[in-house]
């Protein structure tokens, strides 16, 4: 388990140029839709593949420069689900407490366990899936 993929590309794209490559090539059928998320100044940030109830897959790019960046790549990573965390459910008292009791860690511990099993589950299997589907998209258009 990886929970992060990369694809070297052969030039360099910017968030605005994979969502356009993806509207024009991605199979929304047999795959999933896709959506984005943005900066607070209104840039593309990412685009948004669901892989989970609570995580996503996430898609960026990253330029080749400096001095461990060698290579274009298309970066693709699980994230935790902006629709994951609903603010009406979560109890923000329990922030504020000095120290939790036995139940409340017991607790938080068996809700990390789950989320990182779902993580590394089913989670990675759509990365993986993606990946490979990105892939073939990119070598077909002479992307590789």
């Known amino acids: 388990m990886k929970g992060r993929q ?3 590309i052969n030039r360099s794209m910017t968030p605005d ?5 993806m509207e024009a090539h991605w199979d929304r059928e047999n795959m999933s839709e896709f959506g984005t998320t943005t900066k607070r100044n209104g840039d593309l940030e990412y685009i948004v593949l669901p892989a989970t109830e609570n995580w ?8 080749a420069g400096g001095l461990f960046n060698k290579d274009n790549k298309l970066v693709m990573c699980a994230a935790r689900a902006s629709h994951a965390i ?5 109890d923000y008292t329990k922030y504020f407490r000095r120290s939790k009791d036995a ?3 017991i607790k938080d511990s068996k809700e990390a366990i789950d989320l990182n099993a779902e993580m590394m589950g089913p989670c990675e299997d759509a990365l993986q899936e993606y990946t490979g589907f990105m892939k073939k998209l990119l070598e077909e258009n002479g992307y590789l």
Do not use: A, C, N, Q
């Open 6 to 8: 990369t694809i070297k």
């Open 17 to 21: 140029d994979i969502l356009h490559f």
């Open 56 to 63: 996503d897959v996430i898609i960026y790019p990253k330029e």
């Open 86 to 90: 609903d603010p009406s459910k979560v």
């Open 103 to 105: 139940f409340d860690k």
